[in-house]
Structure formats: C-alpha cells, structure tokens
C-alpha cells in the first residue's frame, strides 16, 4: 500500500479547532487508501515561549536541558490530534522521539536525523493505525532528547519519507504554499507552481520562513519532492523538485529577507596581508558565522575599512572578542542593528547578464543605498536599511516581473 507522511506546522495545530481540521485531512487521506505517516510541530508559540523561559533561568541554559524543555510542545500537539482521530473512531496513538526510535547526531540544538527504526510504526500502520510523530526531536547515543534546529519539524517529516520511502510528502501550513515572497509582507506575492531545490534552499536560507533550509537540503540528497500547501483550505500547492522537472522563463524565482543582521565595521585597519584572517579566525573558532564581508579600497594605502555581517544574537560576543583581542588593531568599532538583507533568487540569472544591473538601477531610483553586496550563482543579496525593507521587496518585485 501507499505510504504519505502528511507534516503540520505549529499555526495548522495552533487550537483545538485547527486539531480538529487536522484529523478532518487525515481523516480524508485514510479514505483514500493510504497508509499515513503524520508529523506534527508544537501548538505555535510553545516552543518560543520554552526557549524564553530557558533564557530567563540563564542565558547559557544547559544545551541538553533545552533540548529536553523544547521539545515537550510537540508531545502536546501530537496526543491532541491522536486522541481528535481516535474520537473520529480510526485507530491513532501518539509517538515520541525515543519510543519510534528516532536517532539523531551531532551536537545539541542542532542535531542531525540519521537513522529511523522502522519496526515499531511500520507493524502500527499494517495494523491500520495512524501514528502520530513529534517532529523537531531525536535521540542520540546516550539516549538523551535532541532537537534537529527551529523549524526542524519540517526535516523531520522529510527523513520519514525517506526512510519509509514515502509516495508522497506534504508540508501542511498556514499559507498555500512558496510565494514569489512572503505573502505576509508583500499583497502582490504570488503563488509558485514548481520550484527546483536549489532555489528553495536558497529562498529558505535567507529568510523564507515556510521551509526550513536542512529539510530541503535532505530532501535534495535523497531526491523527495515535497508538496507545501495550506491547512485551512484545499488548493493545490507548490511542489519543490529536481530542476530538470521545471520548465520557467521568469529570471528571478523569488526574494527573500531577513532581519537578523548585524553589521560591524571597524574603521582604521592595518591595510597589510593576514589581517582580515587575524580578525576571522576568533569568530569563526567562537562558532559566529560571518554572512556577508567588504572591505573599502584604502585611501592611504596604510588603513583600511572592513565591514561584515553576522546574526544580531551573536553581536555581544562579537564585540567582545573584538575589544579583548590584542592582535585586532584599529582606530574604530562601530556597529548597526536595523540592518536588513534582501536576496534575488532564481536560476535564470546563471543564463541572464544584467540582473545585478536591473536590481542596482531598480533600488538606486527608489533612493535605497546599498550597504554590503554578496552573490553566489543564483542569488544576489544586498544590506540596506531595515526602514526600505518593504519598498525594496515591492520595487524587485515589480522589476522582475512578478507581480503579474
Ligand atoms: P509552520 O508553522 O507551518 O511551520 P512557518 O511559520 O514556519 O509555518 O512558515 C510559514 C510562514 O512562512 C508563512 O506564514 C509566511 O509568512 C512565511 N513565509 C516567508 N516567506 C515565504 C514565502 N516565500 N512563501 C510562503 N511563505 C513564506
Ligand atoms: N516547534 C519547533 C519550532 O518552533 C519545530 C517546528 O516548528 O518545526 O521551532
Ligand atoms: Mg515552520
């Protein structure tokens, strides 16, 4: 028979009436003939009203007592819409990480799934039973609870159907599917059909909350095409796949941003080799990711200017490494939180000259300055002030086309 593993975001469990809906769509699914695998997120806002009360006992809370805390908002969720089915009269039991088992590797926080055993839910949906699995947590070796990162429900339902080897995998959320940008933010978004995994990891990694970027990553590797379409109403979604699968003649996907940026710039920096890797090596050996960097042309040809761009939470740590470092010499320090980066993304620019160009031109006539640049093949990012973010996603929305 056929197995579909059908995943919930926390806003689709988010009341008793939303539970209710769900088992309604599982309900239907079960008529249809499949055996069903579901995944379920914690009731929305749980999980970041768990991490605020792991913040207000210490702001270095224990990483394995917070996975532990964390992840309890799943169990919630799961034995509500379990018990929602077993009132509808199916047979359904809720399963925790540790009773499948679900293993994970690598560090607390932000574990990996790699290995499901099978036996236990494989026997229960012969049987004609529904499991329902919490999503966003794991065990490791030492059998302690781990959580796979926020958002990680949507990894979890992934490696389900891998290694259940799923017909089909469904996102449930709460819009209805991947727009051309958030729908939330900008009325024109539209609706993408198709969309390849490259593009949607890229979406997903700079700031397109729908997917979380590990889920695609896994679902690429192991060629899993996903649907993500809304709970609260039954239209078609947007399926995420191979490339070869997409036939577009739009240049540009989709935009994304992001409002987690800080920007540093240190004024006055020795213009001499092995500089910038004296000032990268602590971060990078504190665990700070540097996203975006640019260093200014040297007017004396002694000093310099560098600018770079790291996550806000990691601001405090990073002005600190920066004072107390001995070997980091320069005049000035300056630092900025209303920073905000907005991406072009779209396979079409490998094949398209002039994109940079267009998007540049595009913010230049609304007056938006350009504060740091990054682009890889398929994308183009650039920092301006958090105050243009809107005008600036509506503009390169137009611009690209997608409005209509
Ligand atoms: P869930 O609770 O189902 O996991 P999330 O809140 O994680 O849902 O993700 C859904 C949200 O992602 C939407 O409400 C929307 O505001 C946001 N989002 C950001 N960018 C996009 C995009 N390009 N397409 C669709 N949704 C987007
Ligand atoms: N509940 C978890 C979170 O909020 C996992 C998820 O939503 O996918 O991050
Ligand atoms: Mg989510």
Redesign the pocket.
């Known amino acids: 028979m056929k197995i579909v593993v059908l995943k919930?975001?926390?806003?689709?469990v988010?009341t008793i009436k939303k539970i209710k809906k769900v088992a309604e769509i599982v309900s239907s699914f079960k008529k249809k003939g499949f055996q069903i695998i579901v995944i379920s997120?914690a009731m929305?806002g749980v999980t970041n009203d768990l991490v605020k009360k792991s913040k207000e006992i210490s702001e270095n809370f224990s990483e394995a007592e917070y996975d532990t805390l964390v992840s309890s908002g799943e169990q919630v969720a799961c034995s509500l819409i379990a018990g929602s089915l077993i009132h509808k009269g199916f047979k359904s039991r809720s399963w925790l990480a540790w009773q499948v088992p679900i293993f994970t590797t690598g560090s607390h926080k932000n574990s990996r799934i790699n290995n499901i055993n099978k036996n236990k839910i494989m026997k229960y949906i012969k049987d004609g039973g529904v499991p329902i699995i919490t999503g966003f947590q794991g065990i490791n070796k030492e059998e302690r609870i781990t959580t796979i990162g926020r958002?990680g429900?949507?990894a979890s339902a992934i490696m389900f159907a891998k290694f259940f080897k799923a017909e089909r995998c469904i996102?449930?959320?709460?819009?209805e599917?991947?727009?051309?940008?958030?729908?939330?933010?900008i009325k024109k978004?539209k609706k993408?059909k198709v969309i390849s995994y490259e593009e949607m990891l890229e979406?997903a990694s700079l700031?397109?909350?729908?997917?979380?970027p590990v889920s695609i990553q896994d679902a690429r590797l192991n060629r899993i095409n996903i649907e993500?379409k809304s709970?609260f109403v039954n239209r078609s979604g947007?399926l995420i796949t191979k490339r070869s699968n997409i036939i577009n003649n739009k240049i540009i996907t989709?935009?994304?941003s992001t409002h987690n940026d800080a920007k540093i710039t240190l004024i006055g920096v020795k213009d001499k080799p092995g500089v910038a890797a004296s000032i990268f090596k602590p971060l990078s050996k504190n665990s700070i990711n540097v996203d975006m960097v640019v260093q200014n042309i040297s007017a004396n040809g002694k000093e310099t200017d560098l600018t770079f761009t790291i996550k806000k939470e990691d601001l405090n740590k990073t002005k600190k490494i920066m004072k107390d470092n001995q070997n980091i010499n320069y005049r000035k320090l300056l630092f900025e939180k209303g920073v905000s980066k907005i991406s072009i993304i779209g396979v079409g620019m490998i094949t398209t000259p002039g994109v940079t160009f267009r998007m540049f031109q595009a913010l230049a006539n609304k007056r938006i300055n350009i504060q740091v640049i990054s682009t890889s093949e398929i994308k183009i990012s650039v920092l301006i002030d958090k105050k243009d973010t809107t005008k600036a996603l509506e503009t390169l929305h137009k611009e690209f086309k997608l409005d209509n």
Request: negative net charge; proline residues 2%; without cysteine.
């Open positions: 919930f975001g926390g806003t689709s988010g997120s929305s958002g429900s949507d996102i449930f959320t709460d819009v599917g991947i727009y051309t940008t958030d729908p939330n933010k978004a993408i979406m700031g397109a909350k729908v997917m979380q993500v709970s947007t989709g935009i994304s």
